[in-house]
Structures are given as structure tokens and as C-alpha cells.
């Protein structure tokens, strides 16, 4: 219950935040000033676009399915929330303890395709189902590179369970019940435990090293799952007006892009928690200096929530920050180049990931 209500409040303040941050940078990036009249430095902006969209009317097309063009956004909203239940906040607020959390969090979030393809077909507009048929083709290629590289973190990690994967890079990895103990690069015959260090040494990354383009894999595949540039073919402005989202307005459309914006999110949280430490601190002990058992609270405390909630939300939303600037610094991809990249370079690569994987954990941990 309290990650529910602290993932449903967060989501909403962070997408004002978000909204704004990217009106912003790419205003930044394209030399201009952004939103600058309603309030100070135009902060008040997202506010006034979200009362335009909820007193607009709702507007059916002509020979619209209605059911289907209705209840779509709510089914893609419904299925990125839902996965937000397994992310652990803390070494004390785990979420739902679900053994299996990261097939479930893979699985559930991708049932917003049926959304997302229930919109085009809903809406009776060529522009709104081809971009439903290159939104639903996308997901489907790149989440098989996007599995492959979660697959190199479970073989490291030995469970599904994202808490345990989460204690395990932790300074409190004594908690943890399976492959507790964590080793420099993976390599046990230095001796030198991370563990007992904390910090960023700690992370999935650094345990094991080929886990670092593994990461790589899973940020590129999951902007092509949020439908973010350059991989944003099925809402291409200059071909499909908006893709399947073209006929929606009003309330429906504020959904839509809450869920687009809390995709985001959620593959941020997700690859924190999977390859970057997850809620610990990334300051390590140096002898004297005990920065990471002073950023990182004691087990049982408040103190511990608060700071696995920073550290947790600060890595998530530098994520978001790298997924924007990226959006407004590279050009849209064909669709060739697309389906190129994903089959033919980010799955094999994603393989030889599992492989070197499973050799480096047999040879040398």
C-alpha cells in the first residue's frame, strides 16, 4: 500500500516536472526560450495545458469503434501502473513480494501493445492505425534484446525477485539469501569482497563487467518501448500527424501521454534497479570514511526509507534527463534502420551477453 500511493503521487508530480524539464532542454537545445508567460519562467505552463485538457470535449470520429477508442487509453495506463507494484523503494518498503517480480513487471507492462493497437483500430483513421501497427511491430522486436539483457542480471543474481537483486549491490547484502556475497569485477580470487564497501562498486555493472553493455542494450531497447526518438516512428509528426493517439483529445489524450511519460519512468526505475544499485547510495566506504553506512540509514529506520527513496528517484530521473536530451539531439530512424538495429545487432549482441555471462560466472566467481 505504501508504494502505491507514493509510485501514484510521484507519477503525477513528476509528470508536471517531466512535462516542463522538456519543454526546457529542448528549448535549450534548439536555441530559444521555451514556455515563459504563465508564471514565473512559465512554470505554471503544464498546469494551464492540463485545465485546457479537462474541459475540452470528448470528440468520437466518424464510424469510430467507440468501446474500443474509449477504453483504450485507460488499458495502456492501467498496464504501466500496474508494473510499478514489484519496484523495491528501500531495504524496508519492497513492494508487492512477488518471487518472480521482474517477468512480471516484463509481462504486465506489455499488455499496453493490446492498448495501443485497440486506439488505431478504435479511432477509424488510416494515420492512427498504421501508427498502431508500427508502435505494436517496435515493442515486440526490441523487447527480445530488451529480455535478453535482463536475463544476463538474473543469471549474475540467480533470482527474479527485484528486492533481492537490490540487496545484493547494497551495503546491507548480509540480507540477502542468494549470491550475498559480491567480489570486484566478479573476480573471487582477489578476495575483495564489495560488499563491505557499498557504493557504486557494489552495482550490477561492476560485479559484472559485461553487465555494463548489457545496460547499454536495455536503455536503447527501452526508449524504443517508450516510442521515444529516435525510435518514435509510430507517432512520426511529419507522416502520422500524432500515430494512434491522432484522434484523441480531451481527458483521453492527458492519459495517453501520462502513460507515455510514465513508461519513461518506469524502464528508468527498472534499469536502476536491475544494473545501477538500485535504492543504495553510490558512495563507497573509504576507511575512515563511512560515507556509504551515512547515506544509507540503518535496516528498520526512516532513516533508511528516505534515503533508498533519494538515491532510487535520483537515478531514475537521470535517466529520464539522458532519454530527453537524446529525443532532441538525434534524428527519427527509418524503419529499416529500425528493424536492422534490432535484429541484426542489439539481439546478437544481447546473446553473446548471456554468454559471457555464464562463462564469466562459472570460471570465475
Known sequence: ?????????????????????ERKISAFIQDRYGPMEVGYKGLLQTFADILKLLQKEHIFTFAADKPLFAIAPTIIFVAMFAAFAVIPLSVNITGSAVATGVYYALAIVSLDI????????????????????????????YEIPLGLAVLGVIMMSGTLDLQEISLQQSIFYEGATKNAESYLFGLKFLGI????????????????????????????????????????????ESELIAGFHTEYSGFRFAVIMLAEYGVMLLTSFLAVVLFLGSWSTPLPNIGALKLADWTSGTPGSISADLWGIFWLCLKAMTLVLVQIWIRWTFPRLRVDQLMNL?????????????FIVGLWKLALL
Do not use: C
Not at 500500500?1 to 524539464?21: D, K, N, R
Not at 547499454?216 to 525510435?231: D, G, H, K, Q, W
Not at 541484426?344 to 551477453?353: E, F, G, M, S, V
Open 1 to 21: 500500500m505504501i508504494s502505491f500511493l507514493f509510485f501514484l503521487g510521484f507519477l503525477v508530480f513528476y509528470g508536471l516536472i517531466a512535462i516542463y524539464a
Open 114 to 141: 493490446l492498448g495501443i493497437l485497440m486506439a488505431g483500430w478504435g479511432s477509424n483513421n488510416k494515420y492512427a492505425i498504421i501508427g498502431a501497427y508500427r508502435s505494436v511491430a517496435q515493442i515486440v522486436s
Open 193 to 236: 569482497n564489495v560488499g563491505k564497501y557499498g557504493g557504486i562498486l557494489s552495482w550490477n555493472i561492476f560485479r559484472m563487467p559485461p553487465l555494463i553493455i548489457g545496460f547499454v542494450i536495455f536503455f536503447i531497447t527501452s526508449l524504443a518501448e517508450s516510442n521515444r526518438a529516435p525510435f518514435d516512428l509510430p507517432e512520426a
Open 342 to 354: 534490432g535484429w541484426k545487432y542489439l539481439t546478437p549482441a544481447a546473446l553473446i551477453i548471456i
